[in-house]
């Protein structure tokens, strides 16, 4: 994970924003993230259109919200999926509308802003671990039995 700019705001909280492009990334985010804080990243959501006639036509935008996280779910595929209340204007999305932003790997690199109403050490130190890159060496073990072989991959974190 990258960071790309910590800024303390003052009042004893700060916003962050990563790059995350690995499944690792998003296993520090889900334990980085808690339930109260503001999560911004782009999101694509799909956009129903009524016609004059009252068919209806669909199209997939990517928009950019900003959430209220009220809950946090990781998928060690490679998902991380926040569940909140929409705290950004949109032309596409009602303000205090419930939203699932979904973050995923296979996408490529993305964003993600956070903003922490309560900043302390502990905060600090997941951000030095998560974007430590000397500590990301990885270890490949092998199982083999008759017939079958299990490869698995051992982070500093994270197990697959």
Not at 30 to 35: A, D, L, P, R, S
Not at 46 to 66: D, H, M, P, Q, Y
Not at 82 to 101: F, P
């Amino acid at each position: 994970m990258r960071l790309v700019f910590l800024h303390p705001d003052g009042e004893g909280g700060a916003a962050v924003k990563f790059s995350v492009a690995t499944v690792e990334d998003l296993w520090h985010l889900h334990n980085f993230i808690v339930e109260g804080d503001y999560v911004k990243t782009k999101t694509v959501r799909k956009i129903v259109k009524e016609t004059a006639t009252g068919s209806g036509t669909s199209e997939k935008r990517t928009l950019t919200l900003n959430i209220l996280v009220q809950s946090i779910d990781f998928d060690p595929l490679g998902e991380l999926r926040l569940s909140g209340i929409n705290k950004s204007e949109s032309d596409h999305v009602r303000m205090n509308a419930h939203h699932t932003l979904s973050v995923r790997v296979d996408d490529g690199p993305r964003d993600v802003t956070i903003a922490k109403t309560q900043w302390d050490s502990l905060c600090d130190d997941r951000v030095k671990e998560a974007c430590n890159q000397e500590a990301k060496a990885d270890t490949v073990g092998v199982v083999m039995d008759y017939g079958i072989a299990w490869l698995c991959l051992i982070t500093p974190t994270l197990m697959v």
